[in-house]
């Protein structure tokens, strides 16, 4: 069982900056893959970007490569989503998930296991 809760979302204007942190429970950490997915209003959940148990591979959806990065500390059973250059459509409620994996991770919700509640982040123009 791993229990995520998300911190760091906030109001921020375009082209400024936010670090999410998605602190998780567990003795387990690193055998999970994490991913940040977000929900716009009106919109489905999909996916932001991923990193796989040990740190080595990232992964990021096309609209964010270049702008935001993902990264862990296994020692603080912490993940992290540092997010430049920031655009009114970024603007949703942001969650972290695990999946129980050594695998690359999965880039669908339907592959996670456990989800945090959300931090919502509001990019104003």
């Known amino acids: 069982q791993v229990r995520l809760v998300e911190s760091g979302g906030g109001l921020v204007q375009a082209g400024g900056s936010l670090r999410l942190s998605c602190a998780a429970s567990g003795r387990t950490f690193s055998y999970y893959a994490l991913g940040w997915f977000r929900q716009a209003p009106g919109k489905e959940r999909s996916f932001v970007a991923a990193?796989?148990?040990?740190?080595?591979?990232?992964y990021y959806e096309d609209s964010v490569k270049g702008r935001f990065t993902i990264s862990r500390d296994n020692a603080k059973n912490t993940v992290f989503l540092q997010m430049n250059s920031l655009k009114p459509e970024d603007t949703a409620v942001y969650y972290c998930?695990?999946?129980?994996?050594?695998?690359?991770?999965?880039?669908?919700?339907?592959?996670?296991?456990?989800w945090g509640q959300g931090t919502q982040v509001t990019v104003s123009s």
């Open positions: 990193i796989n148990a040990n740190g080595g591979s990232t």
């Open positions: 998930a695990a999946e129980f994996t050594r695998a690359p991770p999965g880039l669908s919700e339907t592959t996670y296991n456990y």
